[in-house]
């Protein structure tokens, strides 16, 4: 499991987001449901980041949001998200 979903509050998100699975070539299977709470949208994580070499969320503009290729994630950086945490 990536995230603990035990720690994830199941509150409404202020946009709507899109999950795709790549496979190994490359390609994707078109985008998700649409992932609408922070439970949905981890789950759906959890659900493929062990199962497909890589996959994406996107918000409703189709910008990048997260990005886990081989488990990992690639996108947002460390250095990114410790920068917006110094924020709060």
Do not use: Q
Not at 12 to 26: A, F, H, R, S
Not at 51 to 72: A, F, S
Request: overall charge negative; glycine content about 4%.
């Amino acid at each position: 499991m990536l995230f603990d979903m035990s720690k994830i509050v199941d509150a409404p998100l202020d946009t709507v987001y899109y999950g795709y699975k790549y496979n190994k070539d490359g390609f994707h299977s078109g985008r998700s449901f649409p992932l609408k709470t922070a439970h949905d949208l981890m789950k759906y994580v959890n659900n493929w980041y062990d199962k497909c070499p890589e996959i994406r969320i996107t918000d409703i503009d189709d910008m990048l949001c997260l990005h886990i290729k081989d488990g990992k994630i690639i996108y947002p950086t460390e250095k990114e998200i410790r920068e917006c945490n110094l924020e709060d």
